[in-house]
């Protein structure tokens, strides 16, 4: 079972800035396109942005420009900075690891999610 754990959710108000992490076990994090995803009450999960080992980086666009998600290999962590935070970006955010070969992500492991609330 892959565990994740994140951290670094929070209360912001517009315009401010977050910066979320996500912890994997080294081999989880090497193999595996790592990613976040949120979801908000009476919406379905989408996605916000992905990072594969190689560092390709793939986001929603609706945090395109605003959002940027990076690995820090040596602490097997996935990050991601979250600038001019709309209240529309309230949601519950989780990490997200999927292997190459599951493009659909059927089989991905979760973590347990992290609230973050943007404030007008």
């Known amino acids: 079972q892959v565990q994740l754990v994140e951290s670094g959710g929070g209360l912001v108000q517009a315009g401010g800035s977050l910066r979320l992490s996500c912890a994997a076990s080294r081999i989880i994090f090497r193999f595996n396109i790592m990613g976040w995803y949120r979801q908000a009450p009476g919406k379905q999960r989408e996605l916000v942005a992905t990072s594969t080992s190689s560092g390709s980086t793939n986001y929603g666009d609706s945090v395109k420009g605003r959002f940027t998600i990076s690995r820090d290999n040596a602490k097997n962590t996935v990050y991601l900075q979250m600038n001019s935070l709309k209240p529309e970006d309230t949601a519950v955010y989780y990490c997200?690891?999927?292997?190459?070969?599951?493009?659909?992500?059927?089989?991905?492991?979760w973590g347990h999610g992290t609230q973050v609330t943007v404030s007008s």
């Open positions: 997200n690891a999927r292997p190459p070969s599951d493009p659909l992500n059927l089989g991905g492991s």
